[in-house]
């Protein structure tokens, strides 16, 4: 009930193109959905969020997608740039300030 | 300003021994959290405090594992008699307050049993 299943595990993408994640969740409950970026030797860092009484954010090229009723949410990064690589992680919380339940990682490489 | 810090930001030891991890969270954050990310688990939450209440244990593998948050500011995780299975980065991470969701992570400390 409170796993988050996330794919691909990996992503290469041509510069300038669209880099799409998708994150599956069960918990009904979960309230909040943040994107975290993490580069080698770094912690994650907050890239984006929704909550699920909006279908879709947009924060410059990063978008989220949200389907309540499928209990759905993606993450499309828009021409994508060589400094977009690195490791993104979607989350999950039942209550704000809860602990999060993260995705296993998808590992985007953007060939320039 | 300053975001979370966590020391050592390396940490090898030997199977057996007692290790202790620092996190220095946001000046006036309430909320600290520690996470564990391995390569066969992912991240996942270990322990969570929030002011003055008592905190969520729920995450901690094992009752090897303990962390400590002293004056509602820097915290402590201890491990005892660590084994090989604890290698993994240890990660803080701070919130404002019950208002905001937000939470920022530290660099994290890469601990290896051997």
């Known amino acids: 009930q409170q796993q988050v299943k996330q794919s691909p595990q990996s992503l290469i993408v041509q510069k300038g193109g669209i880099s799409i994640i998708n994150c599956a969740y069960e918990?009904?409950?979960?309230?909040?959905f943040p994107w975290y970026q993490q580069f080698p030797g770094k912690g994650p860092a907050l890239l984006i969020a929704?909550?699920?009484?909006?279908s879709e954010k947009k924060e410059g090229r990063f978008t989220i997608s949200f389907n309540k009723s499928a209990k759905q949410f993606s993450l499309h990064i828009m021409d994508s740039q060589p400094g977009d690589s690195a490791t993104y992680f979607c989350?999950?919380?039942?209550?704000?300030?809860?602990?999060?339940?993260f995705g296993e990682g998808t590992q985007l490489t953007v060939n320039p | 300003g300053a975001g979370v810090s966590q020391s050592p930001s390396n940490k090898v030891t030997e199977k057996g021994k007692d290790v202790e991890l620092r996190c220095d969270p946001i000046?006036?954050?309430?909320?600290l959290y520690w996470y564990r990310q391995s390569l066969g688990q992912g991240l996942e939450f270990l322990i969570y405090f929030q002011g003055n209440s008592a905190p969520d244990k729920s995450g901690l593998p094992s009752d090897r594992f303990s962390a400590e948050r002293t004056g509602g500011s820097v915290s402590t995780l201890t491990i005892q008699r660590t084994q090989q299975e604890d290698s993994a980065v240890y990660l803080c991470?701070?919130?404002?307050?019950?208002?905001?969701?937000?939470?920022?992570f530290g660099p994290g400390t890469r601990l290896t049993v051997t």
């Open positions: 000046s006036g954050h309430t909320a």
């Open positions: 918990n009904t409950a979960f309230d909040y």
């Open positions: 991470a701070s919130r404002q307050d019950r208002g905001s969701v937000e939470q920022y």
């Open positions: 929704i909550r699920p009484d909006v």
């Open positions: 989350a999950a919380s039942w209550y704000s300030g809860s602990r999060l339940t």
